[in-house]
């Protein structure tokens, strides 16, 4: 018995070694080549001494001066209106768990996504602590030096108390991208996938698989967007959250209040039977779901498998058993539910407004216009959302959010639907032309090795 179990352990790392590459060597030969991914540049002209003399000392001063009597005036002269702090304490990084500084490549990434899809200088920085009153304390000392803040890779459940905390204590707006981010593009990638299936968000029998940071704020944005709340279950890893269940933190209980009306108990089996939809967002597979269990939902059942790096379901075992539409959050299968086709440009857009917060109604704006784009595409049981090579799509977001921004109260300057999308779309493309001249001029050398293989 112990030989077979040894066995499986050894197997299942074989998978997720397989699931990696090839891209797993090319990345590390080219964060080693490059020295990671992001640095700092400069936005003004420098051609003599006296150049300098204006942009530092004296000329500096001057407006120095004029911001300490005008505060509002710092987004005018300097670049704080689009610096982004994206923090972490390295607790819960994609499918790695709790690595702590470990996790820099992954937010150095991110800020590299915030830079090439919405032109935002985004600075990754790791916090040395994991207690959650110092990283508040942390981030609000260095607040303004930024237009907004990004909270990734914290461990639940203190990210929903840290996130509380400081979007009531920080006149600027805080996004939990594993929170938020994931429930925007969860959101508009299922309302896509009902309209191929012919079935309403608000008759939807939904089974969320996990009940982590992801899960349960991707479940509060549904139930926002017209999804029962009472027919929706809610399964962790003992089984269905249910109302006066022992053993659960206060927000797993705050949402079995809402869910499961029908006090449903038992195991992800059980509430699987009859679902039409199950939301997958727990620990990487495969195994977490079987093809036994999509065999006994109801017709046309829509599977979004999730975790980081492999799926809790192989998207051809989905099938096989009968799902109809699958999504993972992969790149290499059809259907990538990724946060990077929401986040640079919900930035974007609250930056531009220099919004205060954000709220249910730019959300909800978010994703209603990233499931728009990919609906004038052409919806297709493998193509329910667009990718993050559909440049045209980070304006329309970004002036979406601004207009919803505007709309809700929390915009400190506002702006016509027209000026936001012209803004975002000079912003953004230019900086990929800025990225283009550069790696053209061999600035910005080619990697030492070939692509990765093309998609299938």
């Given at each position: 018995m112990i030989f077979?179990?040894?066995?499986?352990?050894?197997?299942?790392?074989?998978?997720?070694?397989?699931?990696?590459?090839?891209?797993?060597?090319?990345?590390?030969?080219?964060?080693?080549?490059y020295k990671g991914k992001i640095g700092v540049t400069i936005k003004t002209p420098i051609t003599s001494y006296e150049d300098l003399a204006i942009l530092?000392?004296?000329?500096?001063?001057?407006?120095?001066?004029?911001?300490?009597?005008?505060?509002?005036?710092?987004?005018?002269?300097?670049?704080?209106?689009?610096?982004?702090?994206?923090?972490?304490?390295?607790s819960r990084v994609l499918g790695l768990g709790n690595i702590g500084r470990a996790g820099m490549p992954v937010i150095e990434a991110k800020a590299l996504l915030f830079k090439y899809l919405g032109d935002i200088d985004a600075f990754p920085i790791f916090i040395s602590t994991q207690d959650p009153d110092e990283i508040v304390q942390a981030v609000k000392w260095i607040s303004q030096s930024f237009?907004?803040?990004?909270?990734?890779?914290?461990?639940?459940?203190?990210?929903?108390?840290?996130?509380?905390?400081?979007?009531?204590?920080?006149?600027?707006?805080?996004f939990h991208d594993d929170q938020h981010g994931t429930a925007i593009v969860v959101l508009a990638a299922l309302k896509n996938a009902?309209?191929?299936?012919?079935?309403?968000?608000?008759?939807?029998?939904?089974?969320?698989?996990?009940?982590?940071?992801?899960?349960?704020?991707?479940?509060?944005?549904l139930i926002e967007a017209g999804a029962n709340a009472e027919d929706m279950i809610i399964v962790d890893s003992k089984g269905i959250l249910y109302q006066g269940r022992p053993d659960m933190d206060k927000y797993k209980a705050e949402m079995a209040?809402?869910?499961?009306?029908?006090?449903?108990?038992?195991?992800l089996r059980d509430a699987l039977k009859g679902a039409d939809v199950a939301i997958a967002l727990s620990k990487p597979g495969p195994g977490v779901l079987t093809g036994d269990m999509i065999s006994t939902m109801a017709d046309k059942p829509i599977i979004f498998a999730l975790a980081n790096p492999t799926p809790e379901i192989p998207p051809e075992e989905a099938l096989e058993a009968g799902a109809k539409i699958v999504a993972t959050g992969r790149a290499d299968y059809p259907n990538q539910i990724n946060n990077s086709i929401c986040f640079p440009a919900v930035f974007r857009g609250l930056l531009d407004v220099r919004a205060r917060g954000v709220n249910t109604s730019i959300m909800l704006a978010a994703a209603y216009e990233i499931g728009r784009y990919a609906e004038e595409q052409g919806l297709k049981e493998n193509h329910i959302l667009p990718t993050m090579m559909d440049t045209d799509l980070y304006p329309r977001v970004a002036a979406a959010v601004g207009?919803?921004?505007?709309?809700?109260?929390?915009?400190?300057?506002?702006?016509?639907?027209?000026?936001?999308?012209?803004?975002?779309?000079?912003r953004i493309s230019r900086y990929r032309r800025t990225l283009q001249l550069l790696m053209r001029e061999g600035i910005i050398p080619p990697p030492p090795t070939i692509k990765p293989p093309a998609q299938p």
């Amino acid at each position: 018995m112990i030989f077979f179990y040894i066995w499986f352990i050894v197997i299942k790392k074989l998978e997720e070694t397989i699931m990696i590459e090839p891209y797993g060597k090319l990345a590390v030969e080219w964060h080693r080549y490059y020295k990671g991914k992001i640095g700092v540049t400069i936005k003004t002209p420098i051609t003599s001494y006296e150049d300098l003399a204006i942009l530092y000392a004296p000329g500096v001063a001057q407006p120095c001066i004029e911001i300490n009597e005008d505060k509002e005036k710092i987004y005018e002269y300097t670049n704080v209106g689009n610096f982004v702090a994206v923090i972490t304490d390295g607790s819960r990084v994609l499918g790695l768990g709790n690595i702590g500084r470990a996790g820099m490549p992954v937010i150095e990434a991110k800020a590299l996504l915030f830079k090439y899809l919405g032109d935002i200088d985004a600075f990754p920085i790791f916090i040395s602590t994991q207690d959650p009153d110092e990283i508040v304390q942390a981030v609000k000392w260095i607040s303004q030096s930024f237009g907004g803040v990004n909270l990734e890779d914290i461990d639940a459940p203190k990210c929903f108390g840290i996130y509380e905390r400081l979007s009531n204590e920080l006149d600027i707006p805080v996004f939990h991208d594993d929170q938020h981010g994931t429930a925007i593009v969860v959101l508009a990638a299922l309302k896509n996938a009902l309209k191929l299936v012919g079935k309403k968000l608000k008759e939807l029998h939904i089974v969320m698989v996990g009940a982590g940071t992801a899960s349960l704020a991707s479940a509060k944005l549904l139930i926002e967007a017209g999804a029962n709340a009472e027919d929706m279950i809610i399964v962790d890893s003992k089984g269905i959250l249910y109302q006066g269940r022992p053993d659960m933190d206060k927000y797993k209980a705050e949402m079995a209040e809402k869910t499961n009306r029908r006090m449903l108990k038992g195991s992800l089996r059980d509430a699987l039977k009859g679902a039409d939809v199950a939301i997958a967002l727990s620990k990487p597979g495969p195994g977490v779901l079987t093809g036994d269990m999509i065999s006994t939902m109801a017709d046309k059942p829509i599977i979004f498998a999730l975790a980081n790096p492999t799926p809790e379901i192989p998207p051809e075992e989905a099938l096989e058993a009968g799902a109809k539409i699958v999504a993972t959050g992969r790149a290499d299968y059809p259907n990538q539910i990724n946060n990077s086709i929401c986040f640079p440009a919900v930035f974007r857009g609250l930056l531009d407004v220099r919004a205060r917060g954000v709220n249910t109604s730019i959300m909800l704006a978010a994703a209603y216009e990233i499931g728009r784009y990919a609906e004038e595409q052409g919806l297709k049981e493998n193509h329910i959302l667009p990718t993050m090579m559909d440049t045209d799509l980070y304006p329309r977001v970004a002036a979406a959010v601004g207009r919803a921004a505007i709309e809700s109260g929390v915009a400190r300057v506002k702006h016509t639907y027209e000026e936001l999308m012209e803004k975002a779309q000079l912003r953004i493309s230019r900086y990929r032309r800025t990225l283009q001249l550069l790696m053209r001029e061999g600035i910005i050398p080619p990697p030492p090795t070939i692509k990765p293989p093309a998609q299938p």
